[in-house]
C-alpha cells in the first residue's frame, strides 16, 4: 500500500530563484537571532545591526535579480510578479531606512539587540510573503507573520508605559481584525469551494450571476475587507491607529507607518483585483465609502493633536484612504496609481519620521509639537527636510506627493468614481491645515520663549542623512517622476488587469 | 445518534460561549471556554474532521486553557471582575452591532446553507480528516503555510521570551514623562471612544502590580 | 464512522460517572463536616497559609506554559507529515528537517536566554 502511495504522490516542484528573496529574509532573521545570542558589547552593537544590513541588501540583490520575472510558485502559493517585487523592493529600503533610525534607539537596548532586528526582519518577511500571495492560506499566514512580530515591536520599550499600552492595544485589536478576516476567509472558501485566488476567481465568474445573490461570499467578502481595513488602518477601523503610533518607539512607528500600510494595500490590490475582480460593481460601491470616511476622518482627526507623531498617525489614515481609491477604480491605471502613490507615501513619510526621531533624541520635548519650535532658525538641516515632507504630503506642487495625488485622481476619474477625485482634493485642503501648523511652529519666531534646549545637536548625523536623503528624493521625484513610473508600469497586466 | 450528538454539542457550544461573557469570575470564564471548546472538538468529530477533533482537545482544550489559566492568576482576576465600560452610548451601540453581526451571520448560513441539509451531504473520500490528508495536503498545496507557520512559531517564541524574561536593572519603575500629562482632552485617544479609560486603567493596574508580584513566587 | 468512537465516549462516560459517584458518595456516606475552622483550611497543622484572595503565579509559569503551547502545536505538525513520510519519501525528510531546523532555533534561543531556568 505504501509503495503505492508512493508512486502516486509527487512531490510539488519549488523554484528555488524566485522563492529566494523571501528565503533570504527568513534565513537572515535565525542568523541574526543566533548572533544576537553571542557575548560581547561588540557583538550586540555593531554585527547584529550588520547582519541585519547585508540580510536586507541580499534580499534587495534578489529581488533586482528576479526583476521581469512573473510566476506562481510552490503550488500556487506565492505569486512573483511585477506587483511583489516592486513592494519587495519598498520593504527592503524600509527595513534599511528602520534598522539606521533604531541604531542608537532605547527600545533595542531593553529589548535585546537580536531580538529586535530578528522581529523586524520577520516581519519583513511576513510582508514579502502576504503582498505575494495567492491563496487564502498563505495570505492569512502572511498576515500574522507580519503582524505577530509587530505586535512584540511595539511593547519592546519595556520600562516606558506607552510602549506597552502600544503593544497590548495593537495586539487586542490587531487580533480581531484576524479574527474577522479568518471568519470572512472561511466563508469566501464555503461560497467558492477553493483557497485559491484563480479557483475563487473561476467560481466566481462560472456562476454567471452576481454575487449579491449569494449571501455566503457576500458576507465573507465584507469580513475579509473589515479584517483587511484593521490592518490598513482604514475608517472606521483605524482606532487604535494614533495611539498606537504614538506609543510605540519611533522608529517602529516609522516602520508601521509606511510598510504595514504597502503591505496590507499589496494584499488589498491582488486580493481584490485578482479573486474577486468578477464582483468589482458589488464591492466598488462599499470601497468608495470606505474611501470617503476615511479621507474625511483621517484629515479632520489630524486637525486637533499636538503630538506630531499622532498627526502623523491620522495623517497616515488619510493618506490610506487616498490609496484605496486606487483599488475602487479595479482598473491597471488605478493599480498603478496606487503602487505608485505607496512609494511616494514611504519616501515623504520616512523623511518627515527622520526628523521627529532626530528631534525626540534632542530635547525632552518628546515628540510634542514644542520640540519643533523655533527649529527654522536653530535647526535648519532638520527643518528643510520636515518642511518638504510636509509640504509633500499635502500635495503641493512640485513634491513628488503632488504627482502621486494627481495619478490617483486621474484613475479615479477614468473609472468613474470622478466624486472620489474631488474628495481627495478637499481632503488635501484640509490637510494644509495641520501639515502647515507644524511648518509654521518651524519657522515662526519664537514668541513665547519656550523652545527647548537642544541638547546633542550633532550626536546623530545618520538620522540627519536619512532626513536630508528621503526629502531630497521627494522633491527629485516630484521635478523628474519618470523613475517611479517605471517601476510601477505592467503591475497591472503582471496580475491581468486590463 | 448523530442528530442527538449534534444538539449535545451545539447546546454545550452556544452555553460555552455564552457562560465566557456572562460569568463575572474569570476563572469560570475559562471553565466555561473549555467546555465550548470541547463541545466544538465534538461538532468537528461529527463534520468528520478527525484530526482537527483531536488538535482541538489537545491544544485548545488542553494547553492554551492551562495558559489562560496562569495568565487570569497572574493579572489577579479576583480583585478586578470583569465588568462592562461604563458609557451610555457603548451600551446602545455594542448590543446594537451585535445584533446586526448576528442577523448577517444568520442570513450568510441560512441563505446558502439550508439548500444542503436535506440532502446527503458532500461526497467525502475515503480518508478525509485523517492525518494522511493533511499530511499530504501540508506537503504538497500548503507547503509554503507549513513551513512558514514553523518560522511563525520561531517569532511567537522570541516575543514570548523578550517580553517576559526576566533582567536585571530593569525592575525600577521609571519616572513617568511631564508631557504625557499635559495632553488635552478631545485628541481622540482610543479610551475616550470606547467612553471610558478601560484600557489606561488596566494597564496602569497592572504596571503597579508587577513589581510588587512575582517576586513573591517567581 | 462514529462508532468506532464508542470506546472514547465509553471511557468519557466512566469517567464522569466514577468521579461523579465519589463525590456525591463522600458526601452521602461520609461522617458529617466537623465545623472546627482549622479543618477547612489547606494544611492542618503548622504556620496559617498567607496565601490571599490575591493570589498571583509568578511569570515564569506563564512563560513555561506559553513555550509548552509553541511545542506542541510544532508536534501537531509533525504528526501528519510523520504519517506521511514514507509516501513521500525523501522529499517529506527534507521539509521535516527544514522544520525541524527552526524548531531547534527556537530551542536553542529558549535556552540560551535563560528562560527554562526557573527564577
Redesign the interface.
Known amino acids: 500500500m505504501i509503495a503505492a502511495a508512493a508512486t502516486s504522490i509527487k512531490a510539488p516542484y519549488i523554484d528555488w530563484a524566485a522563492f529566494s528573496p523571501i528565503v533570504a529574509l527568513i534565513c537572515g532573521a535565525v542568523i541574526v537571532l543566533l548572533i544576537g545570542l553571542l557575548p560581547g558589547r561588540r557583538v550586540r552593537e555593531q554585527i547584529v545591526p550588520g547582519a541585519t544590513v547585508l540580510t536586507l541588501l541580499a534580499t534587495l540583490g534578489l529581488t533586482i535579480w528576479q526583476w521581469g520575472e512573473n510566476t506562481s510558485i510552490i503550488s500556487g502559493a506565492l505569486a512573483v510578479d511585477r506587483l511583489s517585487l516592486v513592494l519587495n523592493v519598498v520593504f527592503v529600503a524600509t527595513g534599511l531606512v528602520t534598522v539606521v533610525m533604531s541604531l542608537r534607539e532605547r527600545a533595542t537596548v531593553q529589548a535585546g539587540q537580536g531580538e529586535y532586528y530578528t522581529l523586524l526582519l520577520a516581519s519583513l518577511a511576513g510582508m514579502a510573503v502576504l503582498v505575494a500571495a495567492q491563496n487564502l492560506v498563505t495570505l492569512f499566514v502572511g498576515i500574522e507573520l507580519l503582524s505577530i512580530p509587530l505586535y512584540v515591536l511595539c511593547a519592546s520599550e519595556l520600562q516606558r508605559e506607552k510602549s506597552l499600552e502600544a503593544g497590548l492595544k495593537y495586539l487586542v485589536i490587531g487580533s480581531v481584525g484576524s479574527a474577522t478576516l479568518l471568519f470572512g476567509l472561511s466563508f469566501i472558501y464555503g461560497a467558492t469551494g477553493s483557497t485559491d485566488f484563480s479557483g475563487i476567481a473561476a467560481a466566481l465568474s462560472s456562476k454567471g450571476e452576481t454575487i449579491a445573490s449569494n449571501p455566503l461570499m457576500l458576507t465573507g467578502l465584507g469580513m475579509a475587507v473589515v479584517g483587511l481595513g484593521f490592518k490598513a488602518a482604514i475608517a472606521p477601523f483605524h482606532q487604535w491607529t494614533p495611539d498606537v503610533y504614538e506609543g510605540a518607539p519611533s522608529p517602529i512607528t516609522s516602520f508601521m507607518s509606511v510598510a504595514t500600510k504597502a503591505a496590507a494595500f499589496g494584499i488589498f490590490l491582488r486580493f481584490m483585483d485578482v479573486a474577486v475582480i468578477d464582483e468589482a460593481l458589488t464591492w466598488q460601491p462599499l470601497l468608495a465609502a470606505l474611501a470617503a470616511i476615511t479621507i474625511v476622518v483621517g484629515n479632520v482627526g489630524a486637525l486637533a493633536q499636538t503630538s506630531v507623531k499622532r498627526i502623523l498617525a491620522w495623517s497616515s489614515v488619510a493618506q490610506g484612504g487616498y490609496l484605496l481609491v486606487g483599488i475602487v477604480v479595479s482598473s491597471a491605471a488605478g493599480l498603478e496609481a496606487t503602487l505608485y502613490y505607496l512609494v511616494v507615501y514611504v519616501v515623504m513619510n520616512l523623511a518627515a519620521f527622520s526628523v521627529v526621531v532626530a528631534r525626540e533624541r534632542e530635547t525632552t520635548h518628546g515628540d510634542s509639537l514644542s520640540a519643533f519650535a523655533g527649529l527654522g532658525s536653530k535647526r535648519p538641516i532638520l527643518a528643510v527636510p520636515m518642511t518638504i515632507a510636509m509640504l509633500s504630503l499635502a500635495g503641493i506642487p512640485a513634491t513628488a506627493g503632488f504627482i502621486g495625488k494627481l495619478n490617483l485622481i486621474g484613475a479615479s476619474v477614468d473609472g468613474d468614481y470622478a466624486w472620489l477625485g474631488v474628495l481627495i482634493a478637499i481632503g488635501s485642503a484640509i490637510s494644509l491645515a495641520y501639515y502647515l501648523r507644524i511648518v509654521a511652529v518651524m519657522w515662526m519666531p519664537d514668541r513665547r520663549g519656550d523652545s527647548p534646549e537642544t541638547d546633542r545637536p550633532h550626536g546623530q548625523p545618520e538620522i540627519i542623512g536619512l532626513a536630508i536623503i528621503c526629502s531630497a528624493a521627494t522633491i527629485f521625484f516630484g521635478i523628474i517622476p519618470s523613475p517611479i513610473y517605471d517601476l510601477v508600469r505592467g503591475a497591472g497586466e503582471s496580475i491581468g488587469l486590463l | 445518534m448523530v442528530e442527538i450528538l449534534f444538539f449535545i454539542a451545539a447546546i454545550g457550544a452556544i452555553a460555552g460561549a455564552v457562560g465566557v461573557v456572562v460569568l463575572e469570575n474569570p476563572f469560570y470564564s475559562v471553565l466555561s471556554l473549555v467546555a465550548h471548546l470541547l463541545s466544538l472538538a465534538l461538532l468537528f468529530l461529527l463534520l468528520e474532521a478527525q484530526f482537527v477533533a483531536a488538535v482541538q482537545v489537545v491544544v485548545y482544550a488542553g494547553a492554551v486553557m492551562v495558559l489562560y489559566v496562569f495568565v487570569v492568576s497572574y493579572v489577579g482576576g479576583q480583585n478586578l471582575p470583569i465588568r462592562a465600560v461604563n458609557s451610555p452610548s457603548l451600551r446602545i451601540a455594542a448590543p446594537l452591532f451585535a445584533f446586526c453581526l448576528f442577523v448577517e451571520l444568520m442570513i450568510a448560513t441560512l441563505g446558502t446553507g439550508l439548500s444542503a441539509i436535506s440532502s446527503e451531504g458532500p461526497k467525502l473520500a475515503a480518508n478525509y480528516g485523517e492525518p494522511e490528508q493533511i499530511g499530504e495536503l501540508l506537503l504538497t498545496k500548503f507547503l509554503l503555510p507549513f513551513e512558514v507557520a514553523s518560522f511563525l512559531l520561531l517569532i511567537a517564541a522570541v516575543g514570548a521570551v523578550m517580553l517576559a524574561r526576566r533582567r536585571r536593572g530593569l525592575d525600577e519603575p521609571e519616572v513617568p514623562a511631564p508631557l504625557g500629562l499635559l495632553r488635552p482632552a478631545g485628541t481622540g485617544t482610543m479610551a475616550e471612544s470606547a467612553g471610558g479609560g478601560f484600557f489606561r486603567k488596566s494597564t496602569a493596574s497592572a504596571s503597579d502590580d508587577s513589581t510588587s508580584t512575582g517576586r513573591d513566587l517567581g | ?2 462508532s468506532t ?1 464508542l470506546p472514547a465516549l465509553v471511557f468519557v462516560a466512566l469517567g464522569a460517572v466514577v468521579g461523579g459517584s465519589f463525590a456525591v458518595l463522600n458526601q452521602v456516606l461520609g461522617p458529617a463536616k466537623s465545623k472546627l475552622v482549622a479543618t477547612g483550611d489547606p494544611y492542618e497543622c503548622g504556620l496559617p497559609s498567607e496565601v490571599k ?11 513555561i ?6 511545542f ?3 508536534v ?2 509533525l ?6 513520510l ?4 525523501t ?2 525528510l527534507l ?1 521535516t528537517i ?2 525541524v531546523v ?2 531547534m ?2 530551542f ?3 535556552w ?4 527554562l531556568e526557573w ?1
Open positions: 464512522m462514529l468512537y484572595q490575591g493570589f498571583r503565579f509568578g511569570i515564569s509559569f506563564y512563560l506554559a506559553m513555550l509548552f503551547i509553541l506542541d502545536i510544532e501537531v505538525f504528526y501528519p507529515i510523520a504519517v506521511e514514507r509516501a513521500f519519501g522529499f517529506a521539509e527544514v522544520f527552526l524548531l532555533v527556537a536553542i534561543y529558549v540560551r536566554r535563560g528562560a527564577k
